[in-house]
């Protein structure tokens, strides 16, 4: 019965031809603007919105969303597309390392802040989960700095690469 109810939802095999679509059209240059947009988006948000409730969690999403890209964008000069979608998923941790692996440098401030971002509570910001969150969450500020230097830092590496990137 299991197995009956994921094949309804199984993705099909993508062609060769679709597998090479894929990575040319999911490029360092349009992960890392996509995360510029969030990222731009999330200090807009943070600079006009209300302080109650679950105010800061659309600011929130959108930083992690931008951090993540950020270090996909890195990530995608070593991976093809289905290895970030399949290996790395939304696991901070493991972006982290590979990435540390193939020469970005992080800072030991922002490692213990990814560290805080485990899949688990990406699952839980994400996908709308409500209740109380086990220890302090991370500050939309904290997120913000984040961000700015994986902007900086990513992007650098990936000018050195020739990568076209706005900054």
Not at 75 to 104: C, N, T
Not at 113 to 122: F, K, N, Q, V, W
Request: hydrophobic share 40%.
């Amino acid at each position: 019965m299991l197995q009956w109810w994921r094949g309804l939802f199984a993705k099909p095999e993508k062609s060769a031809a679709e597998i090479a679509d894929d990575n040319e059209r999911t490029n360092s240059m349009g992960l890392f603007n996509t995360a510029e947009a969030y990222r731009n988006a999330a200090q807009d948000l943070a600079a006009v919105q209300r302080r109650q409730g679950f105010a800061e969690r659309p600011v929130e999403t959108c930083f992690l969303i931008a951090a993540e890209l950020y270090l996909k964008s890195f990530l995608r000069q070593h991976y093809e597309v289905a290895a970030l979608e399949k290996k790395f998923r939304h696991d901070f941790r493991k972006m982290r390392k590979k990435s540390a692996r193939h020469g970005l440098k992080i800072a030991q401030a922002d490692r213990e802040l990814m560290a805080l971002l485990t899949e688990d509570y990406i699952q839980r910001r994400r996908y709308l989960r409500t209740g109380p969150v086990f220890g302090n969450p991370p500050s939309a500020a904290a997120l913000d700095r984040l961000c700015e230097n994986l902007r900086r830092d990513v992007g650098a590496q990936l000018r050195k690469a020739g990568v076209n990137v706005r900054m």
